[in-house]
């Protein structure tokens, strides 16, 4: 049997499959890209760390849009609230999920993006879709 890990980087993909969507991962910048490259017929949404080595969520997210324009973007920062709302109107995101965020923020947010909703944070216009 193979060993759980409940890592703080493991949480959003364990969530995703808890609640019946398929996910994939990549640790930094270029592996999102080749990821994304591999699977963007069957991505319907990308979530970026703002925080990646090398190649930061900023960029990744100007390369995948090179990729595919219409991609929808979730963008999630540990940034501290002075901050975040710089890096934000600096990210070409739909929706910016600020860590640490809840199974609930991070399904709300995907929800959002796939509705195809204004770009803004995922903190606003709590609907209580997905409960406590």
Same mark, same amino acid.
């Given at each position: 049997?193979?060993?759980?890990?409940?890592?703080?980087?493991?949480?959003?993909?364990?969530?995703?499959?808890?609640?019946?969507?398929?996910?994939?991962?990549?640790?930094?910048?270029?592996?999102?890209?080749?990821?994304?490259?591999?699977?963007?017929?069957?991505?319907?949404?990308?979530?970026?760390?703002?925080?990646?080595?090398?190649?930061?969520?900023? +960029?990744?997210?100007?390369? #995948? $849009?090179?990729?595919?324009?219409?991609?929808?973007?979730?963008?999630?920062? @540990? !940034?501290?609230?002075?901050?975040?709302?710089?890096?934000?109107?600096?990210?070409?995101?739909?929706?910016?999920?600020?860590?640490?965020?809840?199974?609930?923020?991070?399904?709300? +947010?995907?929800?959002?993006? #796939? $509705?195809?909703?204004?770009?803004?944070?995922?903190?606003?216009?709590?609907? @209580? !879709?997905?409960?406590?």
């Amino acid at each position: 049997m193979g060993k759980f890990n409940a890592s703080p980087e493991n949480m959003p993909k364990m969530t995703l499959e808890r609640y019946n969507y398929s996910a994939v991962t990549a640790r930094v910048g270029r592996e999102t890209l080749a990821v994304f490259n591999r699977y963007k017929e069957e991505v319907k949404a990308v979530i970026v760390d703002n925080m990646m080595p090398v190649m930061d969520g900023v +960029a990744t997210i100007g390369e #995948l $849009r090179k990729i595919n324009p219409a991609v929808k973007i979730i963008s999630a920062s @540990g !940034l501290d609230e002075k901050d975040k709302y710089g890096w934000a109107g600096n990210s070409d995101a739909q929706v910016y999920l600020w860590k640490p965020f809840t199974a609930k923020a991070l399904l709300k +947010a995907l929800h959002e993006v #796939l $509705r195809g909703l204004e770009k803004h944070s995922a903190e606003e216009n709590q609907t @209580g !879709l997905f409960g406590d």
